[in-house]
């Protein structure tokens, strides 16, 4: 019954006029889908797996372009005694028969991107309850496995095509819309001149005095003021303010980098708006990078930094846009910032 009406309500969506290029990210049962805004779908198993994970992804489009991954490990590395997960794997209990032609194998992790491959794989699991690994702890639960499918079909408006994955139809596969256009954020231009030694300690000096004015919680002697040049005529000055156990909150302002000092505040809105309905960024753990000239946050769920949000902005002469946005909102060892889903790309 659930499932039933996770469909209806999918097919609903899929029938009113959505922006297609909205980012997406959801969670049914043990699975957790996330679509970005280019309808780049990555599906995987959650919760108490102990370190056994199948992932798949699916760009959108016409093409069967997609991958299966099945990967032994997480953030902390197998023991070098854990034997070859291939020929291990057991559905519901029973051994599940794969054909090793289209897989590319290595002890611990399975991948194919052969799109028959994928589709009798998911007719074989779809409705069971889990995968095993025998004589090991690992379990891919398949509860939620189904409406994870449809939901990206439903995303990339594949519902009633010969390319769905669930409900397949009669509609070619040229039926199905093509990803949208990628947003594009206008490379760093000539590198800025380098900040004087005057103009350094000149801007330092006047970071300590904003840092000293502000009403921040951190304590003083753990405050941090950092100064990098943006462009021939701004500077970026940062201060740390707030701190928790693992992240550290910042204020930012871009400044003129001559005296007299003009100000604004560094405001990061995004492009779409996130589940907790702010658009508006905190600079949490931030840093500029001089070699990329980019500014980047990371805000962690945990000290373990295996969920939260990371996120990189370009400067575009008035403002930081936008680059990346990734986010992964379940905490469980699984990977780490380099590798959680993403809701935002450009070019």
């Known amino acids: ?162 390319t769905a994955w669930i409900k397949k139809g009669d509609s070619p596969p040229l039926s199905v819309p093509p990803a949208p256009a990628l947003k594009e954020v206008a490379q760093p231009g000539v590198a800025p001149t380098p900040l004087t030694h005057q103009q350094l300690n000149d801007l330092l000096d006047y970071g300590n005095v904003r840092m000293n004015n502000s009403q921040c919680s951190l304590d003083p002697m753990r405050r941090q003021v950092r100064v990098a040049a943006l462009t021939d005529d701004t500077a970026l000055l940062m201060i740390d303010c707030e701190a928790g156990a693992y992240n550290v909150v910042d204020l930012a302002w871009l400044v003129s980098r001559q005296k007299p000092f003009s100000t604004r505040p560094v405001r990061l809105r995004l492009p779409f708006t996130p589940d907790n309905g702010n658009d508006e960024m905190e600079l949490m753990n931030a840093m500029f990078e001089d070699k990329s000239r980019e500014l980047t946050t990371l805000a962690k769920g945990r000290g373990l930094g295996d969920c939260g949000v990371a996120s990189r902005w370009r400067f575009d002469g008035q403002r930081f846009r936008l680059v990346r946005y990734a986010q992964e909102p379940t905490c469980d060892s699984w990977h780490g910032p380099d590798a959680w889903p993403t809701l935002w790309v450009t070019r």
């Open 1 to 162: 019954m659930r499932f039933r009406n996770v469909f209806t309500l999918l097919v609903g969506l899929c029938a009113a006029p959505l922006l297609w290029a909205a980012p997406a990210q959801q969670t049914f049962s043990d699975w957790q889908v996330t679509c970005n805004n280019q309808n780049f779908c990555v599906a995987r198993n959650i919760g108490d797996h102990n370190g056994l994970v199948m992932s798949l992804s699916r760009s959108a489009g016409a093409r069967t372009d997609a991958s299966l991954r099945i990967d032994f490990g997480g953030i902390g590395t197998p023991s070098a005694k854990e034997p070859p997960i291939a020929g291990r794997l057991l559905l519901d209990g029973q051994p599940l028969k794969m054909s090793n032609a289209q897989w590319k194998i290595t002890p611990w992790h399975l991948m194919t991107d052969n799109p028959q491959t994928i589709a009798d794989l998911l007719v074989t699991i779809q409705e069971s309850q889990a995968l095993t690994l025998q004589g090991g702890k690992g379990v891919i639960s398949l509860v939620g496995l189904k409406a994870a499918l449809l939901f990206i079909d439903a995303q990339q408006k594949r519902v009633g095509s010969e």
